[in-house]
C-alpha cells in the first residue's frame, strides 16, 4: 500500500520533504479507511486550495488531517480505491477547461452526489491563486499533467541549439524578416464539392475485383494521355510474339516475392490497349529509367519469344497542366507549413507547439497549414496506454490551443490529418477532422480538409498530403544510375507525370487504402503550383517541373527539434509564358 502510495503522489508530483512523512500518510490511510488513490486524490485537492506547493510537511499534513478526514470532508467514497475515480475521468477532465475560474478547485474533485454538500461550520478559504493564465494565454487551456502520468519536458529539446537557422531555401526574398498580413485572403478547396471527399465513409468492404478495376482505369486514362502526347500508335498485345517493334502500355508489377529490381520487372497490359496478360522486361538496352512498382508507362520493344520483351525506348507519364485562375489576386501572401508529431519522444508536453504557436503569433502569416498527426500513434505513452484521456479529447484540447493561441495573429487554419493521428479513421484518403465544439467567430478561418487535398489560396494551388510518399517511393524505385537526376527530384517527377498523390501499387504495409474512393479523390486535378509532401527524408524546397515541391519536415525529430516550412506566393496577371507564383520559400529550424 505505501508504494502505491508513493506513485500516486510522485503522478501528482508531490513530494515527502521529510524521510517519516511516507509513514505518516500510511497511518492516515489505515486510520480513515482511505486508499492509496483516494487519499492521494483528496492530499492533491487539499494542497492546491491552500497553495501549499508540491513539497509535503509535517505541518501540512496535520492541518490536512484536521481540516479533512477529522471532520468527515472527505469527498471520495472510501470503498472506491481504483483508478477510475474522478480525475481520471474524461468528463472531468472537459470540467477542468469549462469550470468558471472562481469555483473552487475541490469542487473539481467531487463525487455529483455531494458536491453541494458544503460543510457550515468551516473557516471560509483566502482568495486562492487561479488555475489557468488569462484568456489570452491559451497555453494553460491545454495541460499535459491531468492527461499523462509523466509530463517532463524534454531536455534534449529544452537546449537546442540554431533556433530559427534557416536550412533550406528557395527564391529571393525581401529583407530577412517573414510578415504576412495575417489573413484576408481567399482559401477554398480545388474543383466542386463532389469531387473532394468531405466527410466520413465506410470502407474495410472493398473487393479484389474492385481494385483491379480502379487500376485499369487509371492505366486506360494515362495510356490515352501517352498516346496523345507522344503521337503513339495503338499498343500492341504485352503477351503475344513479335518480332518487330512494337508498342504496350502496361503497370510496372514486381516478381513473386513482391520486390522489384532491374531483373525481375514485370509489365501487366490493361485489357482494352494491350489484351491483358503480363511480362517480364529486359532493361539492358536502356541506357536510363527510372521504375517503381504501380507506375503506368508505354514501352517500345521487341518480343521475338513471347517470353520476355526486351525495351528499347521508354515513355513516361505526362504531367497535367497548371491552373490559370479567372482573376489573380496580385497581393502577396504568406504561407506557413508544419507537419507533426507536435511532441518529442520522450514526453507528451506540446513545448514544440507551443513554440510554433508563438512564432504564428510574432510572423502572422496569412495561412498556416498544419499536418497530423496531432497526437501520434506511434509516440510511446500513446503506444503503452498510459494517457489519462482518450485519444479524442487530447486532439480537442490541443486543437483548442491552436486555434486561440492564433486568435490574435488573425491567421487562417487548415488541418490536414494523418494516417498517425490515433483517434482518427485509418485510411486512405481520409476524411477531415470532425470539430462540432468550433467556436463561431473562428469558423470563417478554421478549415479542415482531407488527406490528400488539393488546395486554392488566391487563386494559387497548393497540392497537400500527410503521407509520406518520398519515403515509400524511394523504398521501391530502382534506377540507372547513368545521366539521371537525384533520388528525390525522380520522385517528385514520378508522383506529377502519374498525376496521383499516391500512385504506389501495392501500397506500402502501414496504408490501408479504400481503391473505390482512392480513384475518386486522391488524383491530381491539375498540376500544383506548390506541393508539400512532409517526410522523414531530409527536408529541402525544389522546382520539379515548374511545381515548386516542398519537404517542411517534421517540427519535431525524435527528442530534438525539427523544421517548418514558410512561402510567399504571389499569382502575377503574365500574358505569355508561366512564371510560378511562389516568390520565396523557406525551412527553418523550430
Known amino acids: 500500500m505505501l508504494r502505491e502510495l ?28 482511505l486508499g492509496p488513490v483516494a487519499l492521494a486524490n483528496e492530499l492533491l485537492a487539499f494542497v492546491t486550495s491552500k497553495d501549499l506547493g508540491p513539497q509535503l510537511s509535517a505541518a501540512s499534513l496535520d492541518a490536512f488531517e484536521h481540516e ?45 452526489g455531494k458536491q453541494s454538500q458544503k460543510n457550515g461550520n468551516s473557516t471560509p478559504e483566502p482568495p486562492r491563486r487561479k488555475r489557468f493564465l488569462s484568456s489570452r494565454s491559451p497555453y494553460a487551456l491545454f495541460s499535459p499533467g491531468s492527461l499523462s502520468p509523466s509530463v517532463t519536458p524534454s531536455q534534449k529539446y529544452a537546449v537546442r541549439g540554431s533556433r530559427g537557422e534557416v536550412v533550406a531555401s528557395f527564391g529571393a526574398t525581401r529583407g530577412p524578416s517573414w510578415s504576412g498580413g495575417g489573413g484576408g485572403c481567399a482559401l477554398k478547396l480545388h474543383g466542386s464539392p463532389d469531387e ?20 485499369l482505369w487509371r492505366m486506360e486514362e494515362l495510356g490515352d494521355a501517352l498516346k496523345s502526347h507522344h503521337h503513339l500508335e495503338d499498343f500492341a498485345s504485352v503477351s503475344l510474339p513479335a518480332q518487330e517493334p512494337v508498342t504496350v502500355l502496361g503497370q510496372i508489377g514486381c516478381d513473386s516475392n513482391g520486390k522489384l529490381n532491374a531483373k525481375s520487372v514485370v509489365l501487366e497490359g490493361d485489357r482494352e490497349h494491350s489484351g491483358g496478360g503480363q511480362i517480364p522486361l529486359d532493361l539492358s538496352e536502356l541506357k536510363e529509367y527510372s521504375l517503381f512498382p504501380g507506375q503506368v508507362v508505354a514501352l517500345e520493344g521487341t518480343n521475338s519469344t513471347g517470353k520476355s520483351l526486351v525495351v528499347s525506348k521508354l515513355y513516361e507519364g505526362v504531367p497535367l497542366p497548371f491552373h490559370t485562375p479567372p482573376e489573380p489576386c496580385p497581393e502577396q501572401r504568406m504561407v506557413l507549413v508544419a507537419c507533426g508529431p507536435y511532441t518529442t519522444s520522450d514526453s507528451i508536453a506540446y513545448d514544440p507547439l507551443v513554440d510554433l504557436i508563438e512564432v504564428i503569433g510574432r510572423d502572422r502569416p496569412d495561412v498556416c497549414v498544419l ?39 488573425g491567421s487562417q487554419l487548415v488541418f490536414v490529418p494523418s494516417l498517425r493521428d490515433a483517434h482518427h479513421d485509418f485510411i486512405y484518403p481520409q476524411p477531415p477532422f470532425l470539430y462540432p465544439d468550433l467556436p463561431k467567430d473562428d469558423k470563417p478561418r478554421v478549415h479542415f480538409v482531407p488527406e490528400p ?8 494551388v497548393f497540392g497537400l498530403t500527410s503521407t509520406d510518399l518520398l519515403f515509400h517511393m524511394g523504398a ?37 487504402v479504400d481503391y473505390e474512393s482512392f480513384y475518386s479523390y486522391a488524383s491530381l486535378p491539375v498540376t500544383p503550383d506548390v506541393l508539400v509532401t512532409p517526410s522523414e527524408l531530409r527536408y529541402f524546397v525544389k522546382d520539379v517541373l515548374g511545381c515548386v515541391c516542398i519537404n517542411p519536415g517534421r517540427l519535431t525529430k525524435g527528442q530534438v527539434g525539427g523544421t517548418y516550412g514558410r512561402l510567399y506566393i504571389q499569382r502575377e496577371d503574365t500574358e505569355g509564358e508561366r512564371k510560378s507564383p511562389c516568390v520565396a520559400a523557406q525551412v527553418v529550424k523550430i
Do not use: W
Open 6 to 33: 508513493l506513485r500516486e503522489l510522485r503522478l501528482f508530483e508531490l513530494r515527502c520533504q521529510d524521510e517519516d512523512l511516507p509513514a505518516r500518510l500510511l497511518e492516515l490511510c489505515l486510520t480513515h479507511g
Open 68 to 112: 479533512v478526514l477529522a471532520r468527515g470532508g472527505g469527498r471520495v467514497p472510501r470503498k472506491r480505491d481504483n483508478r477510475g475515480g474522478a480525475f481520471h475521468d474524461v468528463h472531468t477532465l472537459h470540467q477542468l477547461l469549462e469550470e468558471e475560474e472562481e469555483d473552487e478547485l475541490l469542487d473539481v474533485y467531487a463525487t455529483p
Open 196 to 215: 473532394n471527399l468531405l466527410k466520413s465513409y465506410k470502407f474495410m468492404f472493398q473487393k479484389a475485383l474492385d481494385i483491379r478495376e480502379v487500376l
Open 371 to 409: 499536418f497530423g498527426p496531432f497526437l501520434d500513434a506511434k509516440h510511446e505513452q500513446v503506444e503503452t496506454c498510459q494517457l489519462l484521456a482518450s485519444f479524442g479529447e487530447v486532439f480537442k484540447l490541443c486543437l483548442k490551443m491552436i486555434i486561440e493561441g492564433t486568435r490574435s495573429a
Open 453 to 460: 487535398c488539393t488546395l486554392d489560396i488566391d487563386g494559387v
Open 476 to 512: 521501391e524505385e530502382i534506377s540507372s544510375s547513368a545521366g539521371m537526376s537525384d533520388r528525390l527530384t525522380r520522385i517528385l517527377k514520378h508522383i506529377l507525370t502519374q498525376r496521383s498523390y499516391y500512385p504506389l501499387y501495392p501500397p506500402s504495409e502501414e496504408l490501408n
